[in-house]
């Protein structure tokens, strides 16, 4: 959901591994994978149609019955959270790809500059639509954010300290939060195709035993919910960057049974907001989809598309995923009385894409630049400053 489609560079397909921290830092260039950037977008508007039109307890927007008022669109929508499962596999392709032979302080830099400025943006804009706008919606004051929780809010990290999300979607960030903590202490010796595979298998296993443990910190840490996904990331880009092998198909294929185990429990979790009985083998078949297209774009499946205008549309992902939910719940509630359900979707979806094409636009393009400038400044001052005298 965060993860930049970085222009894609390797060098060529090979088995040796290197210790160095700096192995393929002049890789060849590859072509960019645009699909990438038009699975991201599909992700988020996988998502937005399960908060628009999958669950129905949200009183304020659709009479609190989308699937009465628009049943083909709430079949849809009541599955289409799995969304976020594309997030994370995407996420953990990419981050790979991003970082090969850098460094943890560039890695810091790139996750920083990708990660707050359109946060920060949706954050103020989230705020001030719902102190001004919520109890249309949910007719009380209790979902108006207080200062604190705002400042709080701005940092990313109030999940941990017990803060509530200004927009309920920004859960998500604390679980790529946590795996980029992770994957940063593995950059501390450098990325390798045997530390990778050592990553994935150590990952793996204390997931796997983390339930059993009843460790909470352990199970913050390795995330036995959703690091089959990452870590099914990771290992299709070694295919993509090296070649397919047993060991990584195994990484995939027991990846995907721990995760098809895990699901029991996060589907009763959206049950509660559809309000209706969700399948296991039709939620399990759009996670295998999911899983098959980033194997795809690994395997060199999708390399014929070549569409400009898909990396417009994954530079859209993030700002439309973050300001989707509760400002677009807003939209609604005001379109709804004038049109009929399906032109309302549609509008409000436009609407919300040209408010994160002036968020990317505006925000990120600018910012970043200049945020990045500084950041990298200021790690080669730690750096120098930190060499022995």
Sequence with gaps: MSSTVASH?????????????????????RPRLYVLDGLRLLAAIG??????????????????????????????????????????????????????GRSLGDFVTSRVVRLFPAYWVAVLIT???????????????????????????????????????????????????????LFGVLLLWGLTYRR?????????????????VNWPLLDTIVQPTYAWYFISGIAMYLMYRFKPNLALWGIIGFCWLMAQDKMRGVIYG??????????????????????????????????????????????L?????????????????????????YPTFFLTLGIMLVAAYLVHRLVERPLAPWMKKKLDLSFAQIRRNGEPE
């Design 270 to 315: 959206y049950e509660y907001g559809t309000e209706h009985h969700l399948s296991w083998y039709l939620t399990m078949a759009y996670v295998t989809v999911a899983y098959l297209l980033v194997i795809g774009a690994a395997l060199g499946w999708f390399n014929w598309i070549r569409w400009r205008w898909l990396t417009t549309a994954g530079a």
């Design 47 to 100: 998502v937005l149609c399960w908060h628009w039109l999958g669950v129905e307890r949200f009183p304020g927007v659709w009479h609190g019955d989308p699937k009465k008022m628009m049943p083909f669109g709430h079949l849809i929508g009541a599955y289409s959270w799995t969304g976020v499962q594309l997030f994370f596999l995407i996420s953990g392709f990419v981050i790979c790809m991003s970082c090969w």
């Design 317 to 341: 992902t993030y700002p439309l995923y973050l300001l989707h939910q509760e400002v677009g719940f807003q939209i609604i509630t005001r379109l709804r009385p004038k049109m009929a359900p």
């Design 127 to 181: 705020s001030a639509v719902l102190l001004w706008w919520a109890p249309t919606i949910w007719g009380d004051d209790t979902h108006h954010p207080t200062p604190t929780r705002i400042l709080s809010n701005l940092t990313m990290l109030n999940m941990p300290g017990n803060v509530d999300n200004i927009d309920p979607v920004y859960w998500s960030l604390w679980a790529e939060m946590r795996f980029y903590v």
């Design 196 to 212: 990778l595979v050592a990553f994935c298998g150590i990952w793996a296993f204390l997931a796997t035993i983390s339930p059993a």
């Design 9 to 29: 560079e390797q060098l060529p397909r090979h088995t040796v591994d290197s210790a160095a921290p700096t192995e393929a830092a002049k890789p060849a260039k």
